[in-house]
């Protein structure tokens, strides 16, 4: 087996003990049924939202908690890319399967969980949620293909203000719904002026990493009826979320 970063990974028999490092596919795992090989996530894992009551918390995202772990002594970790620390990743490979997910594409996310069936021998879950994600994603095309493209700047951050650039999933997400990042010039999370926001139809305001709320839109200078909270999951968390994500984003586009 190779995981997304071309690494090669060797099971001599079915894992049984998963650590997962990354919120989204905690969930994901969840919904393939392996909820009960789960015995590590990190405190951002919430959903669904008794898993870190099944499940020990062996600290972030970005700020693992190594001794926790070794204690767990799982036989497959799974980690992201984007999400996890390179230098975490790379200490945990000295003692463990790690499957390293890079998901900038609902194909890259299929892919995924194909292996993830081959890994966890759920040959027919991991198909049924692959059809069900192609399903949803070919009529939510349908829907929205023909809707105009309008520009748009997507904050994560305030303090400093920080927006989503290319090579993101969120600009990948906006793109697929027909807005246009007026900041895909930039790499990653680019910090701008808020005082010289780009030209923009709308500005959206995400509900994660940080909780912006209806207040905050008095910090722009223009119209409130053009600034817009969304929910930064759906935008953002890239496993079986996106089963609910595509009706939101219809609703989205309706609402506009």
């Keep these: 087996m190779k995981d997304q970063l071309n690494k090669e990974l060797y ?12 919120p989204s596919l905690t969930e994901m795992l969840v919904d393939l049924g392996l909820q009960d090989k789960l015995v590590g996530v990190t405190k951002f894992c919430v959903h669904p939202k008794t898993i870190r009551t099944h499940a020990e918390v062996v600290g972030g995202t970005k700020n693992i908690k190594f001794d926790k772990i070794q204690a767990l002594n799982p036989d497959f970790i799974l ?18 399967p790690v499957y390293v997910s890079d998901i900038n594409s609902v194909e890259d996310l299929l892919q995924l969980i194909r292996d993830l ?44 203000w920080m927006v989503a650039g290319s090579s993101t999933f969120i600009n990948y997400m906006l793109s697929l719904n027909n807005f246009e990042n007026v900041y895909v010039d930039l790499p990653r999370y680019p910090e701008i002026d808020l005082n010289k926001l780009k030209p923009v139809d709308y500005v959206f305001l995400s509900s994660e990493p940080f909780p912006f709320k209806d207040q905050h839109k008095e910090e722009f ?36």
């Design 117 to 160: 069936g081959d890994i966890f021998s759920i040959p027919k879950r991991s198909k049924q949620l692959v059809d069900d994600l192609k399903i949803n994603f070919i009529k939510f095309r349908k829907d929205t293909e023909a809707e105009p493209k309008l520009k748009v700047a997507y904050f994560i951050w305030k303090d400093p």
């Design 221 to 256: 200078d223009i119209d409130n009826d053009k600034i817009r909270i969304v929910d930064g999951e759906y935008f953002s968390w890239y496993g079986s979320r996106l089963l609910k994500a595509f009706n939101y984003f219809v609703q989205l586009r309706h609402n506009l």
């Design 11 to 22: 099971f001599d028999n079915t894992p049984v003990r998963i650590v997962c490092l990354v």
């Design 79 to 96: 980690a992201n890319k984007e999400e996890n620390e390179f230098k975490d990743v790379k200490k945990l490979f000295e003692n463990y």
